[in-house]
């Protein structure tokens, strides 16, 4: 049987996990998030090679995720900086946070979510924006869209069937 690449599909998460796929680069994102900008600070963050960091840069700048700005001429040295589609990510990174420690919660975290006036831990929910109403399988389903072939209209329809 013949793998398909992602970019023969029209699966937004297939799509999404081309540009951000590895857990280095979704790793990389998160500290963007947190505010590193320059190589020498994901590196240390991170503790990951050097190639392997120049690679992965460049791949989210090319993916519009980061972008590159030079901040000094001599010797040339750049930032990346997140783009709007790079912070748009965020809530993603919240769903991964949320998602883990629920799942797999460190015995000490070394990062909280907090709300910012309060500053007590905040319990981040996925809702629909019309409706209100938790993304769960009690108020949502997927469906097939224009492009899906009959495999995927089947294995949705049982799992819709299931569900129902």
Request: charge should be negative; aromatic fraction near 8%.
């Amino acid at each position: 049987m013949e793998r398909t690449s992602f970019r023969d599909m029209d699966c937004p998460i297939a799509l999404s996990l081309e540009r951000v796929g590895d857990w280095w680069s979704i790793l990389i994102l998160r500290d963007a998030t947190h505010g590193i900008t320059r190589f020498d600070q994901f590196q240390k963050s991170l503790g990951i090679s050097t190639n392997s960091l120049s690679r992965r840069l460049g791949v989210l700048v090319e993916a519009g995720l980061l972008e590159r700005r030079r901040y000094s001429e001599r010797p040339p040295r750049h930032e990346y900086v997140l783009t709007e589609s790079g912070r748009t990510f965020r809530p993603v990174l919240i769903a991964l946070y949320a998602w883990g420690s629920e799942n797999f919660p460190p015995e000490t975290p070394n990062v909280r979510l907090v709300h910012k006036e309060s500053g007590a831990d905040v319990e981040p929910l996925l809702i629909d924006r019309s409706t209100g109403d938790p993304l769960d399988d009690e108020h949502t389903s997927f469906q097939p869209g224009p492009s899906a072939d009959d495999r995927l209209r089947a294995v949705l329809a049982r799992r819709n069937e299931v569900t129902a």
